[in-house]
């Protein structure tokens, strides 16, 4: 295998949003840097099972809002 074409793999430090961290292989930076996360398992809807807010000017609610009044005529 040639050498100098894979990044360094090394240990960084990852820091969730309520202050826990741990320690991980990573590409990221260098050799005991820290990556601070802003959005993670513990607080994202998506892994906690939150709804999603979901407003009334959505596509749909615009389709129906212009095109609600036609309907198919049965023959």
């Not at 292989?25 to 993670?40: F, P």
């Amino acid at each position: 295998m040639k050498s100098g074409t894979h990044p360094d793999y090394h240990f960084i430090t990852v820091t969730m949003t309520d202050g826990t961290s741990f320690k991980t292989r990573s590409t990221m930076g260098k050799e005991g840097d820290t990556l601070a996360l802003d959005i993670d398992p513990k607080v994202h809807p998506a892994w906690t099972g939150g709804t999603r807010q979901v407003s009334e000017g959505g596509q749909v609610a615009r389709f129906n809002k212009r095109f609600g009044g036609l309907s198919l005529a049965k023959k």
